[in-house]
């Protein structure tokens, strides 16, 4: 007889406990051990929370090379079956070999459940039939849990599910995360209810009122905000390094529907646009994909949604400085291109139209699309096509953490007919469809790159764009890691185009993200280690740098209502010298929409406690020895980047943290 020596590990985590019985069979490339119960002197704290659990499985002979192990539970007389949550299995066998056997998932059934040894293998390398067996049905039984459905038409497909109940355990909230997002909620609408805000119909009266209900959720940054929110300086500030940094270009011809001329911004003769072009100090920021959208009826009174057209300077200070706006995408007579040499309220008006604008250009493109609707597909797409035993399955897993779940809670809660968006933004309901599908039409592979798309928006050179610098070096390092990991499990590109279940991947992502269109120049095979490098990438960096950079700052910017309002109730100014504040007081929100969507923007910028950043990889994938020293030096290379960042920092009137290593969550998990 040989013997084999198996530690079960439950994991720390909250009712990761089981009660029921545990058995466990061994298969190897030369034959396989009994089922076993794994029973210990311990016995009702075997398999508690973060233990451990050990027992000997005796064979006649070696069984060879450990290929997987077997795990099943039953409940015991007159107990229930319940939930447990392992994290691996460790096998010492006989020869002195240590094999892992990942798992990281909930077992809440008494099904029998295969998990191979943790050495990465694509599928042409995976030799042993039970192993492919084993992979193919994995795959099987994913591909009926994981269905793609379509939320509406023209817009990237999604998870199917009923309810947070119906997605499968491994992608569900934890615990700690279900129970924080519900409390923060809930106190956000009770808080509304008990103030007799909620459902306030009625005009602010005065900007200080607005006050009495920002002062109970405030940040740093928001009071900042507050009282700079009428200064051109902070405006321009916020293309560089607000919720929405990707808007901006430099200008190197104006538009035909923008017809500024010299005298217009610069009256003294004191410079042209065309040598300001030339010196690179023009940038302009277009609204276009807004033109045409249905705006919204909020309270039973029609909204407003503009697409404007700012043009911005950089000073000789290097501030970012607006010196026209257009609001509607047409010149016409009752078009007027304000300037800041306007009266005060005709140029403050003008803004805060461009600042609701961003506020839709920002949430539906920027930010649900460009982020949270695209994650959702790598990883349904990754959890259909590639079994646990793939390396890319090792390295994007954790990237996919959360993001289903908090999906479905945004299409439910945010832009659902009810939704908190729908009911009072501009841009929702019809308009928001229309949006997104122009949206998604101008999504191209480029784009979604940060290094290609600060070259191709011209915007390398321009001082103080925080978001671009930290971008691009948090870019370099993912790719640097990303490569490592690559090259050691693809040799040459040949293993890339004979992987079968990474190119059903990239299809699947090409077909039901981008809708087939070739256009976007997302890629429908992979055909070299390099490509596969960038696209992986890009698809970490999305669901973690990019959407720090456009999720954690909506509070700090948009919790101050007048810097982003959700929706105006007045059309925009046709002439000029007209404005007052009363004027700007009955274009804003009323008062429910501002407190409702002030509550969505502060439980969407927080934290919770169980928040993994970005690099931090709790659950082993990986085994093998190579891959484990790339995510040290992967972790070591963030530490020093969000160091660098804490020096800059220091010495900022407003620091730029959205993208530090230890504030960007590993995945689309809010």
Known sequence: MVNYYVTMFTANRFAAITFNNVFI?????????????????????????????????????????????????????????DSWFPSKVEVKSPEGDIYTFPIYRWITDSEVHRFREGTALRVFEDGHPYGRYNRDLELQHRKEDYHWDVYAEGLPHCMKADDPLSLPCEVRFSFTKRTEFNFTAYTGRAEMQLKG????QRSWTDIDDIDEVFCFRQTELSEYVQRHWKEDALFGYQYLNGVNPMLIR????????????????????????????????????????????????????????????????????????????????????????????????????????????????????????????LAEVFAVSLLRNIPMVHPLYKLLMPHTRYTMQINFLARRTLISEDGVFTKFSASGGEGMITILRKSL???????????????????GSISNYYYRDDGLRLWDIIYRFVQGILDFYYKDDSEVQQDSE?????????????????????PQRLTTVTALTKFVT???????????AVNSGQYDYSGWMPN???????????????SSEDTILKTLPDVNATVWIMAALWLLSQQSSDFVSLGQYPEDHFSE????????????????????????????????????????????AI
């Open 564 to 578: 982003a309002p959700s929706s105006l109730k007045l059309p925009p100014p046709t002439k000029k010298g007209e």
């Open 441 to 459: 039409s101008s999504v191209t592979y480029s784009s979604l790159c940060i290094p290609e798309d600060i070259a191709e928006r011209g915007m």
């Open 502 to 522: 990474l190119q059903m991947w990239i299809l699947d992502i090409f077909e039901h993200g981008f809708l087939s269109q070739a256009g976007s120049g997302i």
């Open 197 to 200: 805000l909620a459902d306030s």
């Open 250 to 373: 430099r200008c190197t011809a104006l538009p035909k529907n923008f017809p500024v001329t010299d005298q217009m911004v610069f009256p003294h003769g004191q410079s042209s646009l065309s040598d300001e072009m030339e010196r690179g100090n023009i940038f302009l920021c277009d609204y276009k994909r807004l033109d045409g959208a249905q705006p919204n009826t909020i309270n039973g009174k029609k909204q407003y949604l503009m697409a404007p057209l700012v043009l911005l300077q950089k000073s000789p200070d290097d501030k970012l400085m607006p010196i026209a706006i257009q609001l509607k995408q047409e010149p016409a007579d009752d078009n007027p291109i304000f300037l800041p040499t306007d009266s005060e309220y005709d140029w403050l008006l003008a803004k805060i139209f461009v600042r609701s604008a961003d506020f839709s250009e920002h949430q539906l493109n920027v930010h649900l699309l460009r982020t949270h609707l």
């Open 625 to 668: 020895e190579t891959p484990c020293d790339l995510i040290r030096e992967f972790q070591r290379e963030l530490d020093g980047l969000s160091a660098a960042i804490e020096a800059r920092n220091n010495h900022l009137e407003v620091p730029y943290t959205y993208m530090d290593p230890e504030e960007v969550e590993n995945s689309v």
């Open 25 to 81: 069979k061994l298969v190897g490339t030369d034959g396989e051990s009994e089922r076993r119960l794994l029973v210990n002197f311990r016995r009702a704290s075997a398999f508690a929370q973060g233990s451990m659990s050990r027992c000997t499985v005796s064979c006649p002979s070696s069984i060879g090379n450990l290929v997987l192990v077997e795990v099943d539970k039953k409940p015991l007389p007159l107990f229930p079956e």
């Open 538 to 548: 890009m698809v970490i960096f999305t669901g973690s740098a990019q959407h720090a």
